[in-house]
């Protein structure tokens, strides 16, 4: 799986709006997990820079994610967000249980914050998607990382990433290594629709005469002969002639 450059590498604007970073379950979950204490004083810095444009060249690759971000100082440091990828067989598994439960689709396909999914894989696979805050790890190269295993610039990545996962929620799918699932498509949202269509058979040119085989005699009787024999004579002619 490649890596997945957010907005071409550009600053992260973050929208203004109240206190929390992260609408749907997936994101709220990820920033909750990154900064427990989302009332602290660095949470609210990092929020701060994730709505000032202070995150860049975030890229996403399966088990970690990237970035710079700025400080108020102007200096800009490495920041990372990194937990293990869920094994490919539990994400099989929860693709194969889409089979029998529909509502499993958008969640697989990352369309959709699904806590459906998210609710299968952490009861029945008990490999959670959003990952704990204990399985995930963090890194940033300022000063304050000594001070604090949640700096100013580490929050600023999670909130900016939340909000990305909002907008698009494969993102998500994407940190945890697993590839967005297709649903089938006669669940497509048309009942009616199907796959596509198999490429049409070479045509074969068939025996003079092939059509009023197949219909059988007719019981017409013409010369002392069924009709369909009489029509015979004049297929093979048409055939010649063509």
């Known amino acids: 799986m490649n890596a997945i450059l957010l907005d071409a590498g550009e600053p992260i604007r973050v929208a203004e709006g109240g206190d929390r970073i992260g609408a ?19 949470a609210e810095r990092g929020r701060e820079l994730a709505r000032c444009g202070a995150v860049s060249s975030v890229a996403v690759v399966p088990g970690a994610v990237t970035a710079r971000v700025a400080g108020s100082s102007g200096s800009e440091y490495v920041v990372s967000l990194s937990t293990p990828p869920i094994p490919p067989g539990a994400w099989s598994d929860a693709a194969r249980a889409a089979s029998a439960r529909p509502h499993l689709d958008a969640g697989l396909a990352g369309t959709e914050q699904s806590l459906h999914l998210a609710h299968l894989l952490e009861t029945e696979l008990r ?19 000594e001070r604090s295993p949640v700096c100013k610039h580490v929050a600023a990545l999670a909130f900016a990433v939340a909000d990305a996962i909002d907008r698009n929620p494969s993102l998500l799918l994407h940190w945890r290594g697993c590839r967005p699932v297709e649903p089938p ?16 058979r070479p045509l074969r040119a068939l025996p003079p005469g092939a059509v009023v085989k197949r219909l059988g005699r007719s019981g017409i009787r013409v010369g002392g002969r069924d009709l369909a024999e009489a029509l015979e004579p004049a297929y093979r002619a048409f055939s010649a002639s063509t």
């Open 127 to 145: 490999e959670p998607l959003v990952p704990p805050t204990r399985a995930v790890t963090t890194s940033c190269t300022c000063p304050d990382r």
């Open 24 to 42: 749907g379950p997936w994101a709220r979950w990820l920033s909750s997990a990154v900064v427990p204490d989302e009332g602290s004083a660095r």
């Open 185 to 200: 498509a006669s669940r497509s949202g048309d009942p009616w629709r199907a796959g596509p269509l198999p490429a049409p």
